[in-house]
């Protein structure tokens, strides 16, 4: 059981160039998640989605798109780019069973420096 | 509108003393409330949560949290600090009746606290 997982790890973008991150997870979660990391923010919640085909607008939605084609996995796209998109990315997964909703699972990172 | 603060930036405590660190909230409703702890170069890991019931919720790691609604604050507590417990801990909010009980978690972090034990 690898709980969730991202790739890559880390990466380096040249402004204006495009970009996907995965996430996959195997613990049979309805719902996941995408934060940004900036230092003294905390987690900004980017995009979300509550089940296979649907996505939703977080906070900072602007620059993102995401889809989740199945289940385990959720994709994270940079279509162009820019510096300010500089982040530590997180995905995090969480069960719809009522209470247990609420506890969120996260996968150990992305970062992306864009130059 | 809801909303999380977390007062400081750095808490220093020597290894075997108590602990504390500081959490307030606003939010409409009734808050839904959590702790995670975020280890050098790793994702967030859960610690504890107060959805109803005991104000006094008991987490991972000896960790533990007063719900206070008259003070709308979430502090976290440790009886005795290990070194291993240096980390950043974020505290986070959800309001229920804004986002639904149904619906994904919107959850909404602090800026983090940076807890340094030394021995």
């Known amino acids: 059981n690898a709980g969730v997982t991202q790739t890559p790890k880390f990466r380096v973008l040249k402004t204006g160039q495009s970009m996907t991150l995965l996430c996959a997870q195997d613990?049979?979660?309805?719902?996941m998640y995408w934060y940004r990391q900036d230092p003294g923010m905390g987690l900004r919640l980017i995009h979300y989605s509550v089940g296979e085909g649907t996505t939703a607008k977080g906070e900072v939605p602007d620059g993102y798109n995401v889809s989740r084609l199945k289940k385990q996995n959720f994709l994270l796209g940079l279509e162009s780019a820019a510096p300010s998109q500089t982040s530590v990315y997180f995905c995090a997964s969480s069960p719809r069973t009522s209470g247990q909703q609420e506890t969120q699972y996260f996968g150990p990172g992305t970062r992306l420096l864009v130059l | 509108a809801q909303s999380v603060a977390q007062p400081e930036d750095q808490v220093n405590v020597a290894e075997g003393n108590p602990l504390t660190v500081k959490c307030t909230y606003s939010v409409s409703g009734n808050p839904y409330l959590f702790w995670y702890v975020q280890y050098p170069n790793r994702g967030l890991q859960f610690l504890l949560k107060?959805?109803?019931?005991?104000?006094l919720v008991k987490g991972s790691y000896g960790f533990e949290a007063e719900f206070n609604k008259s003070q709308t604050s979430f502090h976290l507590k440790k009886p005795s600090a290990l070194v291993s417990d240096s980390a950043l801990y974020f505290c986070a909010v959800r309001d229920p009746t804004r986002w639904g009980y149904s619906s994904a978690s919107k959850i909404i972090f602090g800026s983090g606290t940076r807890l340094s034990i030394r021995p």
């Open positions: 613990m049979n979660h309805e719902y």
């Open positions: 107060y959805i109803t019931g005991d104000n």
